[in-house]
């Protein structure tokens, strides 16, 4: 009896419910609520996993680099380690002289960087703000500048160099920075030029009116204007100077005296043994390294480790600033 | 220097547009002092120079540098004779020119579609975002080359039979899969950490590019009812292909400028008994380099990638 009546009150619900879905814009809604879904499902599938194929290297490594030695071959450690220690950080540290490379590569860093930055920041402000005839010739040049590969100038610049007995010295990607043309200075020159155009003209005119030189006009409002560009352009110059491993090679800027993260990196990774030998690192872990070769390649991994760990940091502190620096304004216009 | 600035600040400013013009244009000049003087320098000179050292053999004594005219000796000598211990130049060229090919447009199609995702608005965005410009910071050479352990690390690890930890042809193979099938996909797996860490740049470039659309055009498409799809192809798409020559340009440069060729190019500045045969191999080098933005000038234009859409 009373199981016929509810199969009844199904049958006349189904019924209902089928007549709900039959009417055409709830067909509409459900279509385009079911295609929000499932775009957003996708979206969120891409977007997850590629982080995950970015942090994924970054964070296995800070794992590793925080394992006991005797833990690099056991198998059942994975992620946390089982004997926790700071003895691959301690022989990594010894290996690249990490300190006074530290040191170094932030001074040959942020130097240039500023140098890149008032050098670029006036040419681009030039090319945009203050045309004359011919200035568009002479923006072809920055162009070309960009697109052709420092190789193909490295030599006749390092005869320069060597003429000058600036070979070995500094002082080199200084001027080369200051004069606008370091490490992807063209590139540079194109963002503040985007940027400053894009800055409304009425400010300059406004300016103008109320009797303030050119210069002023830059120094007092286009400049503080600018600080999204000049966070873009400041991160970009340190970045890739830090990372830098051609021109410091070519010039020779490394050295015993003055040693840079980059080529202490390079020449660690190349020959780990004998820069554990030559830096007195074979004492903090015994002689039989051979036994394990693993350990070679991870005292490797943890030095790339420190290498990029203060650029991660610096990261962190500016990374709100330089994402919303691209949303304010196109970089490219 | 000192002099001109008070010389310029001096000068009666409320002397009508004119006198403004000429305070401009002494001004443009002073701003691009320093990079005249380093294009000069640093560009100019030393371009030509670099192709008139491509046909000389060069050896430095102590009095100076000692030229020899010799034709094309150098660019036969880096395109048939150089060898380094494990590959030679001709291969190498051939390898990244090859790659660069293929790496381009998956690189430009995957960070315009990157773009696009990152753009919409979603909750954790500025961390996604923040996560998305890690590789521009990490991309190093010396990073890679640690990483890789170098090639005498390498080595003992293969002789050991620990190369790979995860070997994913195995198991596809094991699956019974086509081998055409596996190959692709594990050249496809393999190629997502590289195209990721070129794609950091392209990806920022395409994402301001798409910001700059006019916000206008979005809302009128959506009144009219046209879904994400649509309004992608009709309004973004066409909107941002301007910029995919920059990017092009971009990627381009950067992939040669990261591959082992410029390594056998700075190697062989190391070497000072080589000279004119580096020069020679940076000139194949950038000419390649031309040669491969000609060819895709010529397939922009043909398909009309970068036109305005609106004129006509």
């Excluded at chain 2, 500045?269 to 004119?276: A, D, I, M, Q, V």
Aim: hydrophobic share 55%; net charge positive; charged share 15%.
């Amino acid at each position: 009896m009373k199981i016929s009546k509810i199969l009844d009150r199904i049958k006349a619900n189904i019924n209902e419910v089928i007549d709900y879905f039959n009417q055409p814009r709830t067909k509409l809604v459900w279509k385009k609520r079911l295609g929000e879904f499932f775009g957003k499902l996708f979206r969120m599938i891409i977007l997850f996993g590629l982080c995950f194929v970015i942090l994924f290297p970054i964070i296995q490594q800070i794992s590793m680099a925080l394992r006991a030695p005797q833990d690099v071959n056991n198998p059942a450690v994975i992620w946390i380690p089982e004997n926790w220690s700071l003895m691959n950080l301690k022989i990594s540290i010894v290996v690249l002289d990490y300190w006074r490379a530290l040191l170094n590569t932030f001074q040959l860093s942020f130097i240039s960087m500023l140098l890149q930055l008032f050098s670029t920041a006036l040419a681009g402000y030039a090319f945009s703000r203050l045309r004359f005839r011919g200035s568009n010739i002479l923006f072809i040049f920055v162009i070309i500048t960009i697109v052709t590969p420092p190789q193909a100038l490295s030599l006749a610049q390092f005869l320069y160099f060597r003429q000058t007995g600036l070979i070995g010295k500094q002082f080199s990607i200084y001027l080369m920075s200051g004069l606008g043309m370091g490490i992807r200075s063209g590139i540079f020159i194109y963002i503040f030029r985007q940027f400053f155009k894009g800055l409304p003209s009425e400010l300059a005119e406004s300016a103008q009116l109320d009797g303030a030189s050119v210069f002023r006009t830059f120094w007092n409002i286009m400049l503080p204007n600018a600080r999204g560009a000049i966070v873009t352009v400041g991160l970009f110059a340190f970045v890739w100077q830090w990372n830098d491993a051609y021109y410091v090679a070519i010039f020779d800027v490394s050295s015993e005296a003055f040693p840079l993260l980059t080529m202490q990196l390079i020449n660690a990774a190349e020959g780990m043994y004998q820069a554990l030998f030559y830096t007195g690192g074979l004492s903090l872990i015994g002689q039989n390294v051979w036994e394990n070769p693993l350990f070679l390649a991870l005292i490797s991994n943890v030095s790339a480790l420190l290498m990029m760990l203060p650029l991660l940091l610096m990261y962190l502190l500016v990374q709100k600033q330089f994402v919303e620096s691209i949303e304010r304004t196109g970089i490219v216009g | 220097m000192a002099e001109l600035v008070k010389k310029i600040n001096k000068a009666p400013i409320s002397s009508g547009p004119r006198q403004y013009r000429k305070q401009k244009l002494i001004w443009a000049f002073v701003f691009l002092t320093p990079w005249i003087l380093g294009l000069l320098i640093f560009f100019i000179i030393p371009f030509f120079r670099s192709l008139y050292f491509s046909f000389y053999t060069l050896e430095p004594t102590p009095d100076g540098i000692i030229l020899t005219f010799n034709g094309f000796k150098n660019y036969f000598y880096a395109l048939n004779q150089h060898v380094t211990s494990n590959t030679s130049f001709r291969v190498e060229l051939i390898n990244t020119t090859l790659d660069a090919l293929i790496n381009i447009p998956v690189l430009l199609i995957f960070s315009l579609f990157i773009a696009v995702l990152l753009n919409m608005k979603f909750r954790g965005r500025a961390f996604v975002r923040a996560i998305f410009f890690i590789p521009v910071i990490l991309n190093s050479a010396a990073v890679t080359t640690a990483l890789g352990g170098g090639d005498a690390i390498a080595s003992i690890l293969a002789e050991q039979g620990i190369n790979q930890i995860f070997d994913l042809e195995f198991y596809l193979v094991q699956t019974g899969m086509m081998p055409w099938l596996i190959t692709f996909i594990v050249g496809l797996i393999d190629r997502i950490y590289v195209v990721l860490s070129l794609a950091g740049v392209p990806i920022l470039l395409f994402l301001a590019s798409i910001q700059s659309v006019p916000k206008h055009l979005y809302e009128a498409a959506k009144i009219e009812g046209a879904t994400g799809y649509e309004t992608f192809w009709l309004i973004t798409l066409p909107n941002v292909s301007p910029h995919i020559i920059t990017v092009t340009v971009y990627a381009l440069v950067d992939s040669f400028l990261t591959s082992p060729v410029s390594g056998i190019i700075s190697q062989e500045l190391g070497k000072s008994n080589r000279w004119g045969e580096s020069a020679a191999m940076a000139w194949i080098y950038v000419s390649t380099i031309i040669l491969i933005l000609l060819l895709f000038a010529v397939f922009a234009k043909i398909f009309k990638i970068g036109g305005s859409h609106y004129e006509n």
